[in-house]
């Protein structure tokens, strides 16, 4: 069973950055996929960007493309999302995900159904 815990939300202003984390525990984070997801007010979650098992590919949506990274340490079983540039339409609560899949996450991102494990979310604000 593994357990996933975000860190690093807040309030920041327009133009601003934050780093997100997502520490892992209960099973090595080398055996998941991992992904960012976001829901904010009154609208569906959505996939913003995915990493494979390795690390050897990552994607990220054309909504945040150029501003967020996503990484990953395997070793401290933690999974970082630099967020860049941050305007006001990001701001939502941000979902750390793993999938068990070998498949590329590019193929599996934008469906939430495939998540094994979710965090509990952590809330970014971007606002003046």
């Known amino acids: 069973q593994l357990q996933l815990v975000e860190s690093g939300g807040g309030l920041v202003l327009p133009g601003g950055s934050l780093r997100l984390s997502c520490a892992a525990s209960?099973?090595?984070?080398?055996?998941?996929?991992l992904a960012w997801y976001r829901q904010a007010p009154g609208k569906e979650r959505e996939g913003v960007s995915c990493?494979?098992?390795?690390?050897?590919?990552?994607y990220v949506a054309d909504s945040v493309k150029g501003r967020f990274t996503i990484s990953r340490d395997n070793a401290k079983s933690t999974m970082y999302l630099q967020m860049n540039d941050l305007e006001p339409e990001d701001t939502a609560v941000y979902y750390c995900?793993?999938?068990?899949?070998?498949?590329?996450?590019?193929?599996?991102?934008?469906?939430?159904?495939?998540?094994?494990?979710w965090g509990k979310g952590t809330l970014v604000t971007v606002s003046s």
């Open positions: 990493i494979n098992k390795r690390g050897g590919g990552t």
């Open positions: 995900a793993a999938v068990g899949m070998d498949d590329d996450c590019s193929g599996w991102l934008q469906f939430s159904s495939v998540v094994d494990y």
């Open positions: 209960g099973s090595p984070l080398s055996w998941y996929g």
